[in-house]
């Protein structure tokens, strides 16, 4: 209706999508009240045929890795819009338009459990942002949508290609036409084809998240982007990648995965140091924050790819805590902007004398980026640094000393906006506004709650995440794999005839059939004595009974 209508007033479109916004917000909210936390499986699973003859549907759900991410979009959506109020004069009406249906494209990736569905919010994502960036953006912005859909649809195109080859795959081995994924999980990838489909989607995820060196795209479009659109990018659309390879690509291709789990590793910490060492050299606030992101993303895939409970945790939890962090501050960038006219470093200073109520919500939400303890952050890197050093020792201390640089240019950034030498003022810089005030509070006290009090996530994410890793373990031990790698190695070769369980007790292989012996790993490596984890035999599978994952 907003962009069907001819608006003869911009307050009214700007003011209809806001409450639209608001209303998706307190419903993601009423879904997080409703939501068990003790089910591993989907949840309000809404399913309708959309083209039969396809085996393709409409199929939503949610569970405890995606129920954050459906919290943190209408929280961020709403934000933006509140942020973009004073800031977009010019057909507001179909600005505001365009982020309700970026926010449609997004909730639908993080619900969707038919795989062609899931393909087509992909793409419908990236409408939005192309017209967002190319009407609404800085100088450069015609450079920044082309580069955007040029690296954003190649490597969608590759990931359609092995869709469909996975949707005939599945057919030939069960005789069903089918994009639900749940029973795509189930299709056996032969060798020759495990490569070149793994590679397609693996491509297609790094780009969106995006990875090294797939990452060019990101810092133009976070310059030149409007900052309710630079909102909308660093705190959701970047998190789509990371998402993807949690939902999708590990329990599709859980030995690709596994095999290539070092060359990931090495990019995401290659990443993880790139980004930090360039954002160190910027003298543009909103590219030093976007190269902030770029090295956050490094992070992130690392504790997704070290394959343990602790590292995929810490992943979700920093996807939501970035999503707050960076994304207040591409707000306070935005409000610096918009009273100074500039996003230089060089050019600004003095900010804390002529503004001290925005300076101090821009030392908090840089203290929050930094991993303060008791803030968003903190929770989430400690977590993937568990995970890391678990697998690796090497691993953890290259992410650590990360963090070190990421304080090093985030508090030297601040400090020379804040206390650096003022320029000479053109005009007066008036502090926040209420509606500004609010707008900030809001992120602050999410940031201070998760810090705190991080288990209202973790143990709504324990359970899911839990069920992904055994259902890739499940699927390694099916397809005869010599090597299950996912919290450690475990040798299965033929020649073997014992293995190790937790307590350093042998246990022979003989007579045992695969999901035996993949029950008993998994139950040796978590150390579980009186009680076992049933490995769920679908996505919509319950939780086992005896088991106690959210504990802590």
Request: with cysteine.
């Amino acid at each position: 209706m907003i962009f069907l209508v001819p608006w003869a007033d911009e307050f009214l479109p700007r003011l209809l999508a806001l409450l639209v916004a608001a209303v998706e917000l307190l419903l993601s909210l009423a879904l997080f009240r409703v939501f068990n936390p003790t089910s591993a499986g989907m949840q309000f699973v809404e399913r309708a045929d959309w083209i039969p003859d396809f085996g393709a549907s409409y199929s939503l759900g949610v569970d405890g890795i995606s129920l954050f991410m459906v919290l943190i979009t209408t929280f961020m959506v709403f934000l933006a819009l509140l942020s973009s109020w004073g800031e977009v004069e010019r057909r507001s009406g179909l600005f505001s338009g365009f982020i309700l249906l970026m926010e449609m494209g997004l909730l639908g990736i993080f619900l969707s459990t038919d795989l062609l569905l899931f393909y087509v919010f992909w793409e419908v994502m990236l409408i939005p942002m192309y017209f967002l960036i190319g009407l609404w953006g800085g100088e450069n912005r015609r450079y920044a949508t082309i580069k955007l859909i040029i690296y954003t649809m190649g490597g969608s195109l590759l990931m359609l290609v092995a869709i469909l080859f996975l949707y005939f795959l599945h057919h030939s081995q069960s005789g069903t036409y089918t994009f639900d994924i749940v029973q795509l999980y189930e299709t056996s990838v032969p060798p020759y084809a495990l490569l070149p489909m793994g590679l397609a989607f693996f491509v297609a995820f790094a780009v969106k998240s995006p990875l090294l060196p797939f990452h060019t795209w990101l810092p133009d479009a976070h310059a030149e982007a409007p900052i309710s659109g630079a909102v909308d990018i660093t705190g959701l659309l970047i998190k789509t990648g990371a998402y993807a390879f949690l939902r999708f690509f590990l329990p599709l291709f859980p030995d690709f995965s596994t095999s290539y789990a070092p060359m990931v590793v090495l990019l995401a910490l290659l990443a993880n140091l790139y980004g930090a060492v360039v954002a160190t050299a910027q003298d543009d606030l909103k590219r030093l924050i976007a190269y902030s992101s770029v090295s956050h993303v490094g992070l992130i895939v690392l504790g997704i790819f070290v394959l343990n409970l602790q590292g995929i945790e810490g992943a979700i939890l920093m996807m939501v805590s970035i999503a707050l962090s960076s994304g207040a501050l591409f707000i306070i960038v935005g409000m610096l902007h918009k009273r100074s006219r500039t996003k230089a470093i060089s050019e600004l200073g003095g900010v804390w004398r002529d503004m001290p109520l925005l300076a101090g919500f821009f030392m908090f939400f840089t203290l929050a980026a930094v991993g303060i303890p008791g803030l968003c952050n903190f929770v989430g890197e400690f977590l993937i640094f568990l995970g890391a050093f678990r697998v690796n020792a090497v691993y953890g201390v290259v992410a650590t000393f990360v963090v070190v640089l990421t304080a090093v240019y985030l508090l030297w950034m601040f400090w020379q906006v804040m206390f650096g030498p003022a320029p000479e003022r053109k005009r007066i810089w008036y502090d926040l506004s209420y509606t500004e005030t609010v707008t900030l509070t809001l992120p602050a006290l999410l940031v201070v709650l998760i810090g705190v009090y991080p288990k209202i996530l973790l143990d709504r994410i324990e359970p899911s995440a839990t069920a992904l890793l055994a259902r890739a373990e499940k699927k390694l031990a099916q397809s005869n794999c010599s090597g299950i790698r996912l919290r450690r190695s475990f040798a299965m070769t033929a020649e073997q005839a014992l293995y190790q369980n937790g307590s350093g007790q042998a246990r022979p292989l003989q007579g045992k059939t695969e999901k035996e012996l993949t029950q008993e790993m998994w139950n040796a490596e978590f150390g579980m004595r009186n009680s076992e984890l049933r490995i769920p035999n679908s996505e919509f599978g319950t939780e086992a009974d005896g088991d106690n994952l959210s504990g802590r």
